[in-house]
């Protein structure tokens, strides 16, 4: 069973930074690639950003390029998602997702609830 928990999302004004962390257990950080999607109101779900379990390789969005960055605390089991330099049309809920595909950017099968971010212009 993989059990993802999504938190810190927020309120926050265009041109400010958010920090998501998703909890999963340690055999679920190893053992799956892990990503991260976000669905605007009125919009299909959409890739942002995806890792690889070796913690080798980044891969993001175009349009987040450059803003966020991925990172794993592996003492804490965390997944890690700063975003820096955000604008409005970054407002959603945000996803974690395990079992992501690097070779398609499909997502896999095991998502959390969400965490909401609404960036204020």
């Known amino acids: 069973q993989v059990n993802l928990v999504e938190s810190g999302g927020g309120l926050v004004q265009a041109g400010g930074s958010l920090r998501l962390s998703c909890a999963a257990s340690a055999r679920t950080l190893s053992t799956l690639n892990m990503g991260w999607f976000r669905q605007a109101p009125g919009k299909e779900r959409e890739f942002v950003a995806g890792?690889?379990?070796?913690?080798?390789?980044?891969y993001y969005a175009d349009s987040v390029k450059g803003r966020f960055t991925g990172s794993r605390d592996n003492a804490k089991n965390l997944l890690i998602l700063q975003m820096n330099s955000l604008k409005a049309e970054d407002t959603g809920v945000y996803y974690c997702n395990a079992g992501w595909n690097p070779n398609n950017y499909r997502p896999g099968a095991y998502w959390g609830q969400g965490t909401q971010v609404t960036v204020s212009s």
């Open positions: 890792f690889s379990r070796s913690q080798v390789n980044a």
